[in-house]
Structures are given as structure tokens and as C-alpha cells.
């Protein structure tokens, strides 16, 4: 079974940098399409990023240039890099297994995605 954990959220500056981790067990991360998606308080989640079993990448336009999504399967590690971060760039950021990765965030997640518990990015402003 496919069991996904976030880590590295915390407080940040804007303008700042901050590294999320997402550790895979359960599964042969190899063969698995990966992404993050993001929550806001009172918003629909939306998906940052994927990337594929060949590290093929997509992003949402709003983070295009600013964030690095990255892979390695020897570790069953996902990370989001994220640098010039921005106040709307607070929410609770989800490390999803087992996507459908394809250029729009609107196909990514599906019924047999699993989700992890997310890790808070937050701000002084």
C-alpha cells in the first residue's frame, strides 16, 4: 500500500527558501508518478507540481521559474524546492503518490492517489 510523509514546512520569510520531503514506503517509488499539491484556508487544494517515473516535470504557472520539483528513488524521496516564496504561498502542502501526471494540475489527482497528513508552510505575513 501506498503510504506517503511530508516534512520540512515551517515557518518562512517571503522572498525565502524552503525544501519539503516527501518520504514513499510501501511501494517501489521507481514506477510511481509523484506530486504536490497545496491548501489554503477556506480554498480547493490545487496541485504545484508532478513528476513522473521518468522525471519528466510539470507546474502550475504560478510557480513556474520559482520551484524545483525532484526525485530519488534510491532513497524513495519526492522534494519540492521552493525559493521567492510569496505570502499566498501559505497552506498546507501535500505529497500525493501514485498520479496521473500530465501538463494540467486538473488530472493529477485520481481514485487510487494517496495522500499524505501535509506539512504547514507558514509566514510572518
Known amino acids: 500500500q501506498l503510504h506517503v510523509v511530508e516534512s520540512g514546512g515551517g515557518l518562512v520569510q517571503p522572498g525565502g527558501s524552503m525544501r519539503l520531503t516527501c518520504t514513499a514506503s510501501?511501494?517501489?517509488?521507481?514506477?510511481?508518478?509523484m506530486a504536490w499539491f497545496r491548501q489554503a484556508p477556506g480554498k480547493e487544494p490545487e496541485g504545484v507540481s508532478c513528476?513522473?517515473?521518468?522525471?519528466?516535470?510539470h507546474y502550475v504557472d504560478s510557480v513556474k521559474g520559482r520551484f524545483a520539483i525532484s526525485r530519488n528513488n534510491r532513497e524513495a524521496t519526492v522534494y519540492l524546492q521552493m525559493t521567492k516564496l510569496k505570502p499566498e504561498n501559505k497552506s498546507v502542502y501535500y505529497c500525493?503518490?501514485?498520479?496521473?501526471?500530465?501538463?494540467?494540475?486538473?488530472?493529477?489527482?485520481?481514485?487510487?492517489?494517496?495522500w499524505g497528513q501535509g506539512t504547514r508552510v507558514t509566514g510572518s505575513t
Open positions: 500525493v503518490g501514485n498520479v496521473e501526471c500530465m501538463a494540467s494540475p486538473r488530472y493529477w489527482n485520481n481514485q487510487d492517489a494517496s
Open positions: 513528476i513522473n517515473s521518468l522525471a519528466g516535470t
Open positions: 510501501g511501494f517501489t517509488l521507481d514506477y510511481y508518478a
